[in-house]
């Protein structure tokens, strides 16, 4: 088909009630054409992966976790009368935003100027929950989404059934949409890569290799020898906090430079790529072996830093279609609509990004096409925008890799597209301008410089006060061009 059907789409399934399905249910709003929209989320309450519960998660990851074709996520077993779902999710004790306040925020939310420059979890969460307020009404808490089809139908539209279950009550719904919107992230099925030996390694010591999705805290790795797997922003900073207790120096392992230097210091240390875990049968003192060939002995706890893959087990009928390795979703144009049935869309799907303002660019461009305001091109031109990104990015996981000011380019052009409706209606996303520019191209510097500061650097408020002043270095500029040496 890949093309949108001529008939009113009047009804719409959204999968998450994290910060994009919440954004994605409030553009869908203000078209004010829809007759049906639904929330469908798992967990007790809105925020997504941004939802923490203190206790490190005693649950089993496949080692190694190459697989994405996970089954359904199911609620951890408490005994401590807590009535909440819980789900795993990748939060942990002293994370902070790793993107400054002035740039993280929804168009339509500003974050208060009197907090800290780089948030805390524990006020995102409360910012995603004030956020989702006036759409709560739309979402169905602690119900499961199961199975996802696309019916047939006389009008040769088809639509989607969506089967779900209350994980309280264990009362099955099925429920036909002219359209869904799967808004549910992919910070789920952690990925652990196969390297030579890990089976074997993890069959003779476990417990020692986990994954950064179950860190909670550094105290769990108090006085152990610790090898820190991948250098991202989470990595990093996980890498960092573990050095408060452990045995020095912690071995980062990085297969390329890392984007904040800062965090490299004296309690830790890079390494290369682990190249095999050594067989226990015949060295039985936890050793790996680096690329560069020298071994470490002895180890106590090997921390995975490494990712996630993408997984829908809710579409079995579509996952080969859509996944393959887990590293990317096949067929999607512009990251967001399912090529041959765009009444399907995917949001949130690129990474090293402002999630949250990119959100609301998705969602002004998949409210205004789903109310027929926008137009799509055709299917034949859709697919050649996925082959044209294939050649440029490759179709793993760089595909939805956005670096280099790419996402805010990105960001844009939806602003522009958006743009070309009638502005009296619906909602529109800011468009970013040449100082959030300046500032994404220095995000790292900017981290880096709150670092330093330690535990003074929670009482900055603005990048000004690290040294980062946009409208000095404009001025600068302007001077320089009007008198070039």
């Known amino acids: 088909m890949g093309s949108l059907p001529p008939q009113r789409i009047r009804s719409i399934a959204i999968i998450g009630a994290g910060p994009i399905g919440v954004t994605a249910a409030k553009f869908l709003l203000a078209e004010q054409c829809f007759e049906k929209i639904d929330i469908y989320e798992q967990q007790t309450s809105a925020g997504g992966a941004w939802n923490y519960f203190p206790t490190r998660p005693v649950t089993k990851i496949s080692i190694p976790q190459t ?40 168009s339509d939310k500003p974050l208060p100027p009197d907090i800290s420059l780089f948030p805390s979890r524990e006020f995102i969460l409360q910012y995603l929950e004030e956020y989702a307020e006036d759409v709560k009404h739309l979402i169905k808490f602690h119900t499961q989404v199961q199975d996802i089809q ?5 009008t040769g539209r088809g639509s989607w059934q969506v089967e779900s279950q209350d994980l309280v009550t264990k009362k099955s719904s099925s429920t036909s949409y002219d359209a869904v919107a799967i808004c549910n992230g992919h910070y ?10 890990i089976e074997e390694w993890d069959s003779a ?19 152990k020898k610790v090898i820190v797997i991948g250098n991202s922003s989470s990595g990093s900073d996980i890498a960092s906090q573990i050095a408060t207790t452990s045995l020095h120096p912690v071995l980062v392992s990085i297969r390329s430079r890392p984007l904040i230097p800062f965090l490299v210091s004296s309690a830790k240390v890079e390494v290369s790529e682990i190249a095999e875990f050594l067989s226990p049968r015949s060295n039985n003192r936890r050793a790996v072996r680096f690329i560069d060939g020298t071994v470490e002995e002895n180890i106590d706890a090997i921390l995975f830093c490494t990712g996630y893959l993408y997984s829908y087990p809710f579409l079995p009928s579509l996952r080969s279609d859509l996944i393959t390795d887990g590293f990317r979703v096949q067929h999607t144009y512009k990251h967001m609509f399912y090529i041959p ?3 399907l869309a995917f949001l949130g799907l690129p990474w090293n990004i402002l999630p949250f303002p990119f959100g609301e660019a998705q969602s002004a461009v998949l409210a205004r096409l789903w109310s027929s305001r926008l137009s799509l ?39 522009d597209w958006a743009a070309q409706t009638d502005r009296k ?3 529109m996303p800011r468009r970013w301008g040449a100082k959030e520019f300046w500032i994404r191209e220095r995000l790292y510097a900017i981290k880096a410089a709150f670092a330093e500061k330690g535990e003074e650097g929670r009482e900055i408020k603005t990048i ?20 070039p040496q």
């Open 188 to 197: 789920s099925v952690p990925y652990i890569p196969a390297i030579p030996g």
């Open 464 to 483: 000004e006060e690290l040294g980062f002043d946009y409208e000095a270095w404009r001025r600068e500029r302007e001077r320089a061009e009007d008198n």
């Open 67 to 106: 697989n994405p074709n996970q089954p359904l996520d199911k609620p951890l077993e408490k005994d401590d009368g807590d009535e909440r779902l819980i789900f795993v999710t990748p939060m942990y004790d002293h994370l902070i935003s790793n993107i400054p306040k002035s740039i993280i925020g929804f």
């Open 205 to 223: 010591f476990p417990g020692v290799i986990s994954h950064s999705k179950l860190y909670r805290s550094p105290e769990a790795f108090r006085e």
């Open 341 to 343: 049935h765009p009444t």
């Open 377 to 415: 091109p055709s299917e034949q031109a859709m697919l050649a925008w996925e082959e044209e990104r294939i050649v440029a990015k490759g179709s793993g996981k760089k595909f939805h890799n956005m670096k280099s000011l790419e996402d805010l380019k990105h960001h844009n052009e939806l602003y």
């Open 150 to 154: 696309l019916k047939p139908s006389d």
């Open 425 to 427: 209606v619906g909602k």
